[in-house]
Nanobody, 123 residues
Framework: VQLQASGGGLVQAGGSLRLSCAAS????????MGWFRQGPGKEREFVAA????????SYADSVKGRFTISRINAKNTVYLQMNSLKPEDTAVYSC?????????????????WGRGTQVTVSS
């Protein structure tokens, strides 16, 4: 599976962005999908994940109520809608695919990773 994230950019605090992650392959629905981020000087951290059929999601506490993950399997795409952005959300955001059991928060449980997209939130 090849993944390509897009949609990052520069936004003011309080603004919104929608990230997209396009996947190759015909079995996209077989993969749980996750978003992770890595801010400057920080370790990579879990943001959100969604199961293959879209029937379950998981969020980091820091983004609950502000971010929404969704997917359209017919388009091989997963989205991350980010609202009420804060400067601390500034990071490179990467999408990842997980082909085994539902283990949303651990980066080591993901099998495939895409190149990230930069999100910068100004104060």
């Amino acid at each position: 599976v090849q993944l390509q994230a897009s949609g990052g950019g520069l936004v003011q605090a309080g603004g919104s962005l929608r990230l997209s992650c396009a996947a190759s392959g015909r079995t996209f629905s077989a993969y749980n999908m996750g978003w992770f981020r890595q801010g400057p000087g920080k370790e990579r951290e879990f943001v959100a994940a969604i199961r293959g059929r879209g029937d379950s999601t998981s969020y980091a506490d820091s983004v609950k109520g502000r971010f929404t993950i969704s997917r359209i399997n017919a388009k091989n795409t997963v989205y991350l809608q980010m609202n009420s952005l804060k400067p601390e959300d500034t990071a490179v955001y990467s999408c990842a695919a997980q082909g085994n059991s539902w283990n949303p928060t651990n980066s080591w449980a993901y099998d495939f990773w895409g190149r990230g997209t930069q999100v910068t939130v100004s104060s």
